[in-house]
Structure formats: C-alpha cells, structure tokens
C-alpha cells in the first residue's frame, strides 16, 4: 500500500470489490493521525472498481484510512484495514509525483490484497471468501 502522498491535492482510493452478491455500504473512512473519530466517504462504482476521495482539505498533514464493505446477504464487513489498525499516509510536499510502495498485503477473512499505483491513488482488492463474518 502507498505510505506516502502528496500534500496539496486530494488522495484517490479505489477497491475492486468482489463478491457473488451486490456490496452494501463500500466505504472509506479517514482522519488525521493524532484524532480519535473517523471521517467516512460513501465509494461509488467506477467500472470494475469502487472509488472515494480523501479531501484535499485533510491531505496538509498525516493520515490514517481504512475501507470497510459489506455485501448484500450481511456478510462482512470486509476490510482493508481497521479502524484499530489503520493504513497511515505521510503526506509530505514534493516537486513530482510521491514515492511509491508496492506489493501484496493480507487480513483474515474476507481476504484483502493491496496494491499501489503512480500518483495519490491507493488500489485494493477485497475477496470475499463466503464465510460469514459477524456485522457489528
């Protein structure tokens, strides 16, 4: 996953969701590092993948996220992330793009698969495995 991004503009992130259902409620939540309460981002389709922006307006200093789904028949919530063990970007000021991470990550079901790609825009992909998994 990306660990850093550019200050200043507004930090993209898409998830290819997948499940033999349609997802109920894909959404990403943020905040500041150092805050106790989340921000949360309603993700909408875009093609195969589902898409939410963190504001420009939160990118002028640290951040935590994590993204959250469920599925149609109440399975979830799927994550990337939590909110107890949250992604964190060190949003710093550069002159070009910002430094990149790649490679793969995992969680307990469902199964989740990071990557990243150029530019302020983090790429996840969440697997549901089928079993069900106590909403909250």
Do not use: C
């Amino acid at each position: 996953p990306i660990s850093k991004a550019r200050a200043g503009a507004a930090f993209e992130v898409s998830a290819q969701i997948i499940d033999e259902s349609a997802l109920f409620e894909p959404t990403v939540y943020y905040r500041a590092v150092g805050q106790k309460k989340f921000t949360g981002v309603p993700m909408s389709s875009s093609g195969p993948n589902q898409v939410a922006s963190i504001p420009e307006a939160a990118m002028h200093g640290d951040v935590e996220y994590f993204i959250e789904a469920y599925d149609a028949n109440g399975n979830g919530p799927g994550r990337f992330a939590s909110d107890t063990s949250p992604q964190k970007i060190t949003v710093i000021a550069v002159d070009g793009p910002p430094p990149v991470a790649r490679g793969p990550g995992t969680a307990s079901v469902p199964h989740v698969v990071p990557t990243a790609f150029p530019g302020n825009t983090a790429n996840t992909t969440v697997r549901w495995k089928g079993a069900a998994v106590a909403r909250h």
